[in-house]
C-alpha cells in the first residue's frame, strides 16, 4: 500500500516535537533546521507565545532591526493583549512607526524600562550591550545560521534555555575582518552560532521542518538536492496547485519566451552569447530588465493555494536578485529608463528571508572570466533560488559550465574546518544542469 505524504501533518508533528522539547525538556539548547519558505518565523511566533502562555517570559534575538519588528507585528496580531517589549537602539529613527499603533507594545531603548514583560526582541547587536539585569529563563534565536558565534558568546549569559531556528542552506555570517586565524577551532568566532553551539554540545536535540510552503512542486527537489542534501524537504504544494499565466501572447522575443518557459515549468534560463564582460554587463543588465518589463506589460496572474481566484502579478510580487550591489544599481536604473518602478531589486544578502511570486537572477557567474570563492558561495545562489512561489528566471551568458570546469576549487584546505557540503561547484553545476532543459537562447 502507497503511503500519501500529506505536508500539513508532516509539519505539524515536526513543530509538535519542536515545541514539546522547548517547554517541557531539559536541554540547554534545541536546533530547528528550517529550508527556504517553511514556516520559521511562524514557529518563532508561535514558541514565543505557548512560553509566554505557560509562565515562561522570554527575550528573542533577531539579527536586524527589518526581523524585530517584523517578529513584534506577527505577535500583536496573534495576540493583541501579550505584553510585548521592543528593545532598540539610540538612533534616531531605531524602529519601524508601525509599532506606535500597537498598544500592547512597548518600546524603549533601555532593557530596565520592559522588565517584566511576557516578550522582550532585540537584535543580537543590541542585546550585547545589556548588562546588569536579571537572566531570562527562555530566549529564542531567529536566523541563528547567520548569527556569528562571537554574537553568542556576547549574549549568552542573558538566558539559561534557548531554541535556535534558522536555514542552514543560507549565506554564512557576514564578517569585515579575516578570520583564517580561527579556522578550524572551536571558537572561530566567525563560524555561524549554530556550528559553534553543536561542536560544543554535539548532544543538543536537532529538529527540522520537512516542508516549503514557498517553493513550489517545481522549484523543491531542485533546490533540496542541490542545496539540502542532508537535510531533504518537500514542497507543501503539488503540481497543478499553482499556475503563472498571461493576459497577452509572446511577441517572439527571449524575453518573451523565456517568460512562456518558466511559467510552463517553474524554471527559466536566458542565455546570452559566450563573452568576458565587466560585472555590471550592459546587456546582460538589459536583458533582466526587459524580462521584468515584459512580465508586466503581459499582465502575469497568479493561481494559488492562497486564493480561490487568480491574483495579478504586481510589481511589488517580483524581485531581481544580483550577486553585487553595483549590479543591483544598473538593473533599477535600467528598470527606470523602462519606466519600471515598485520592483524589489537587491543582492542575495539583502533578499535573504523575503518572498515574491517571480523572480529574474542576474547568474553570480555570468561573463566572468573566472569562478572565485565569493560567486561559488553555495549560500548565495541558494538564496537566489529560493525566493519564488512560482517562477525563477535566471539570465546568464553562455559558457559558465566550462568556466566552472576550468576553475575547480583552489581554496586552501584548512584542518579541523567542517567542510560545507555541497560546495559551490557542485551545487552550480546542479543547478545549471536543470536550467539547460528550460534555456532560452537569444542575441539582443
Known sequence: MTTVFDPGAAAARA???????????????????????????????????????????LMVIAQTNAQVDDLVVRLAEKDPELP??????????????VLDGLENVRKSAKAADLAGLDVVISTAAKWAHVKNVEPWGHA?????YQMRSDALLAVAGLFERALFVGDPGQLDPFSIVGADQWAGLSYDPSASAVSTLLAHNPELPQHRLPVSWRLPASAAPLVSDAFYPYTPFRSGTDHGDRKLSFGVASD??????????????????????????????????????????????????????????????TADRVAVGTAHRDQAAAVRAALTELGVTGVAVDTANRLQGREFDVTVVLHPLSGRPDATAFHLETGRLCVLASRHRHACIVVCREGVADLLDEHPSTEPVQLGVTVKFPDGWEANHAVLAHLSERRVRWRP
Open 252 to 313: 517572439g522575443s527571449g524575453p518573451d519566451r523565456v517568460l512562456d518557459e518558466a511559467a510552463e515549468s517553474g524554471w527559466g534560463l536566458l542565455e546570452l552569447p559566450a563573452r568576458h564582460t565587466p560585472r555590471t554587463d550592459p546587456e546582460a543588465v538589459r536583458a533582466v530588465a526587459l524580462v521584468v518589463r515584459r512580465l508586466l506589460d503581459r499582465g502575469g496572474v497568479a493561481t494559488s493555494e492562497r486564493a480561490e481566484d487568480p491574483v495579478p502579478v
Open 84 to 97: 510585548v517589549g521592543r528593545l532598540h537602539s539610540n538612533d534616531s529613527d531605531p524602529y519601524d512607526k
Open 15 to 57: 513543530t509538535g516535537a519542536i515545541l514539546d522539547d522547548t517547554l517541557r525538556g531539559s536541554a540547554r539548547g534545541i536546533v530547528v533546521d528550517s529550508p527556504p519558505g517553511a514556516g520559521k518565523s511562524t514557529l518563532v511566533v508561535r514558541a514565543a507565545l505557548e512560553l509566554a502562555a505557560a509562565g515562561h517570559p
Open 140 to 144: 529564542i534565536v531567529d536566523e541563528a
